[in-house]
DNA sequence: GTGAAAGCGCTAACAA
DNA sequence: TTGTTAGCGCTTTCAC
């Protein structure tokens, strides 16, 4: 079926030295030999086979991925770096996902280092209390965290406290007194916990009153009534929300509109991570722009380095790499004249400028 | 490092042999021994090489996995589903993205190829002119195509023709006369050909004139100005687009809005993929929509199928699989009143209606 | 410059 | 029930 190094050497007439030779060392071999095996190569159209190399101890140029999902461009957006790199280096990626499933996290992990994978780079929910993580180091498995918001542990993200902190100050120097903070229905991961710190912080410097982080169900058609509720009721209607991510921030415009608000007339949007779809959006979506393919990048180079041995530099390094955020201002962020601070959308609309 | 089966056999006193009956067929081992050799496992965290395993000429359960990029959710969408059925069938998906590369594409086969992978699930940019897959042929390394429309090779996709004929019917049906076809740069694709083809006949059926499709450039912020003069120029200016993808459907639709263009009043949109993400839009992206998610499910069941050798039943199946599509409505579709079929993007809007 | 042979981790036939 | 052994594809001494 598939040819062995030994049919090229029957074949060449040689012996399966000479082919092995004649591959990984072609300037130890007679010229005319390389030749004739280099054409048995071609005619049995011969690949030499890793599993023979890695085997022996080889190297395996493999590195395991492990992502939540891909249905968050987010992911995809670092695998687009990493992968990248990882093909220009001739490794070879292996990637698994876990939707969030802490089982899928574990069998994940499992069937990669059954793989002998040289390395990982994975996101977790968690990674501060995430136990897997902690039999990886024990077992001298390398990796790197992508997104994960820790000191603790090797891992490339931006500071998701400060990132979201900046984020609620440009609500606030827009006037926003009243900003509610919306997370998915996974509001226990370390980054989301990260961003309401900053959401808080930013909130009582200005001498706001931070709220807890509203839950909203990602995939449902509509906004629950008892979000909406929330986002509505007169008194202490807020004027602005901060979405802990971008997917999010569009299933809330979506949920908002049907409900018949205006965006930002009637209701502020700020999201986080800098989808590139964001921008295609009407109003383009205002965000806290994490430079996702460049946080791929950087785990893999990361990674690579531990894997390599090359890691003399960042030894003095601190394990966390922060990568800097920036605002994306959108088009989804009012300014709200705050003496007419106003609590019917339609009175405040009228006092409301749509930043260009 | 590692521990290896003789590691374990050392640990426990005994043979390897007795080792890997533990392990493979643990029924066949003395209940005792067996239990002293999975302490030994574990207190050694002992997994098995599946590089010895598939060396012995086991099955790699290893799948290649080839897309053109991430940065499409299309792709994205169909690679949730493969792995899915993968990890739940103990597969291991190795996955290279080739950016609609010739060379990454051949690059990508030989790294597959070299790993042993039992199969191969691609999508290439034109299945019938693709020198490689004659080679995979040739080679008889098993693959299924996604999205690629050919009837020559096994390959999983929609109806591409008679989708997008559906659709410019639709748009027909509403009023629409002067509908232009937009595709990205890359229109040399198979799907895209197909997609023409489908508006073409759709355009010739109901008397109208098609147009060659009108190549947009994907990655600039703003539309072309001469794609832009195509879009507004008085008289022959079309009333509806049709855009190859959904994601082309996007960016053309920001360019719209900031040439000041209303969507659907000025111009209807209607895209093809049926992202998810079209959904969030305002207006909601009307599409022909394709099962992405089932078409990877589809594409994992007949490769599968054909790796296990259990394709007698698909062996009177013909090559191509063909998912149905369905059609979005969203609401960048307007209907126009033919009567006053004005050029006048303002006079025309007053007649138009949004459709809901 | 080339070949013979050992060994990488594992399974399976065969022996005990 | 357990052990011995050959061999999967390959690289790498060590002879020749």
Known sequence: MIPTIKDVAAHAGFSIATVSRAINAPHTVNPITLDKVRQSIDALNFRPSPLGRQLRGERTRLIG????????????????????????????????????????????????????????????????????????????????????????????????????YDGVRSLIAHGHRRILMLAGTL??????????????????????????????????????????????????????????????????????????LRIPQDMSILGFDGLAMGELLSPPLASICAPNREIGCAAWRRLLARVTGDDDASASTSLALTLPHSLREGATIAAISNRTDSTSPRASAATEQPLA
Chains 1, 2 share one sequence.
């Open 65 to 164: 991925l492990i992502l939540p999902t891909l249905a968050n461009p987010v992911f995809a957006e670092c695998l687009q770096g990493i992968d990248e790199l990882a093909s220009a280096q001739g490794y070879r990626l292996m990637l698994m996902t876990t939707q969030y499933d802490a089982h899928r996290e574990r069998h994940a992990i499992e069937t990669l280092r059954e793989q002998r994978v040289e390395g990982l780079i994975l996101t977790v929910t968690d990674a501060d209390t995430h136990p897997l993580l902690d039999e990886l180091d024990r077992a001298g498995l390398l990796y790197v965290l992508m997104h994960n918001d820790t000191v603790r542990r090797p891992s490339v993200s931006v500071d998701n406290r400060l990132a979201a």
């Open 187 to 260: 509001a226990a991961s370390d980054r989301a916990r990260q961003r309401h710190l900053g959401y808080a912080q930013a909130m009582q410097q200005a001498g706001l009153t931070p709220a807890p982080a509203l839950e909203v169900d990602f995939n449902a058609e509509e906004l629950a009534p008892s979000v909406l509720a929330h986002l509505t009721s007169g008194q202490s209607r807020p004027t602005a929300l901060f979405c802990s991510n971008d997917l999010l921030a569009m299933v809330v415009m979506r949920g908002l509109r049907r409900a018949r």
